[in-house]
């Protein structure tokens, strides 16, 4: 009672009341923006966070990452292309009901799911993130690599593309964070006398380029000017009528459920979660031969489900510092700059910050149904944008973004080189959010195994002599097995 | 052994990695200590990994029947020519302020990008980047840089 006392006191400020308003409406109209996506959406809003309050930075990013999921979800259902890849099965769905002239209607489906979905995982937030911190009190060195190693594992197993492609692009962002001072030794490494480099590289710098500008890049290198159809009858906001949700309660919570299981799996990400719901949904449903038609189901499938990895994602990052997904790795690391450190010491050191990072989450979850509700016609409008102004505004941006991180003018250049960088990892169909992951738990990573082997003598089997950290090894190393034992499988049939 | 594009890719991160492996052992790491490994031990781990994978990517390629098409579509000049004016950008930032800079960058970006309203899109630039600056000067109390002859502009 008293966190709570506490939290709403630092809530309320006009900072941080703004914060919510524009955040939750920026993160829903980037998230409309086809290709734009939560972490660009989350890179491009932290300059303007370092120097707010904490508290204000945190409830701006936390509002962008909630909406940005169902943002992407309204040009899903208005142009045929989901806004951010989360959406994908949304447009199955939706769009063909915008066709029939209910765009009104698909609009409050999804609004109302992708609302539930939200406070859904959120109240699972509130009873495992503190559960889960409290049990990583158990954790050593030794299990605190096996769990990383598990994470990135994970982060691969479902990088969209190969598998390979994903573990490359994890192991780069780890190789990524050891450039610069050993935090051990305080010996220099890889920074070949250049001075920026022995103090690392600024993952903010790395996140613009990667996310931001390579996205820049590669959209002008494709683009193509074509009229975007959004003539529909009714576009705005209607919801079903009770009786139309209440045979649909069942589909709902089950969306919401497999959403925030997944998302609590390290390193997964909404898009798994919505095409798993949908094909489950569409399995168990009475109206399974509507789906793809413009049945309701499907959009609460697919919308329910990627909201709720937003609070499923955070229980690792908030719980243990692992990030759930390339968006909690940007909100790790804006966390870490604002000096809160997730984990048990967050729990017993700012308790009534935990309990605020809830709050924020259950007023954006709800502010996003109205804005969904009220802005549905200003979306439109947003869509007809055109593409090179868009993209020149993200350009200056971005420009901004990695001057401000230090103040420093080379990770500009930095920011430039990654981005670069990021269109040659594009064309490879080498995946951006595994670098990012890798980068942000890189130090931990080594940090980890070498106080392991410091305390063990160099003895690097006593890590198997720990009992939490052997299953970790045993689940990561079934799931780095699988994939080729299906393979040597389908090759023999 | 045949060529494709996502094949070179692979092969020229392997290179680079090896590159960045060989380094390491040039450098000054000092002596471990109480039990500890080498400051380089796990970089190098990271990097024998990476070589591995990229090495794999680069056998799989072969049996990829969309690796030869990956840069389909692509204009390249326009690519090249982006990629200048952004870089081009993030330099003269330093040099004449980031108004002065980013102006005209977002000009001639949006009308090499495809865009050819230069009314809306000289008033849409100078909009955004005055406000930006306006934004960051006097509410975010971050100073963008600032051109030698105007001041804080």
Partial sequence: MENLAAAVSQLASVEVLLAILIGTTFGTIVGALPGMGTVLALVVALPFTYSMSSIAAITLLLCIYASSVYGG????????????????????????????????????????????????????????????ARFSLRFGPAETFALILFALTCIAWVSRGSMLKGLLAGVIGLFLAMIGTDNMTGMPRFDYGVGVLSGGLALISLLIGLFALSEVFMRAAKYVPEKRESKFANVGFRLAPWREWRIRIKALVQSSLIGTLIGILPGTGATAATFVSYAEVRRTSRRAENFGKGEPDGIIASEASNNAVTGGALVPTLALGIPGDGGTAVMLGALLIHGIIPGVQLLNNSPEVLTGIFIVLAIANVLMFVVGALGAQVFTRVLRMPEPLLMGMVLVMSLVGAYT??????????????GVA??????????????????ALGLNFEESLRQGLMFSGGDFLSFFQQPIALVLFIITAVIIAWPIVKAFRARKK | MSMNPVRIGALALFLIAALLFASSFAMNVGEPMFGDVSTVFVPRIFLIAWMVLAALIAIVAGRDREAGSIFAGVAWRRLWIIIAIVAVAAVAMMEIGFVFACLPAFIVFVTVFGYRRYGVTIVVGALFVFALWALFLEVFRLPLPISPWFGTL
């Fill in chain 1, 422 to 439: 990021g269109v040659f990892m594009r064309f490879l169909g080498v995946p951006m959010a595994p670098i990012v992951i890798g980068m």
């Fill in chain 1, 73 to 132: 979800s309204i040009s899903a259902i208005l142009i045929n292309t989901p806004g951010t890849p989360q959406s994908a099965a949304t447009v199955l769905d939706g769009y063909p009901m915008a066709q029939r002239g209910e765009a009104n209607l698909a609009l409050g489906w999804c609004t109302a799911a992708s609302t539930f979905g939200g406070l859904f995982s959120l109240v699972i937030l509130i009873i495992a993130a503190p559960q889960l």
């Fill in chain 1, 405 to 418: 991180v230090r103040g420093n003018p080379l990770d500009v250049l930095v920011a430039v080189i990654a």
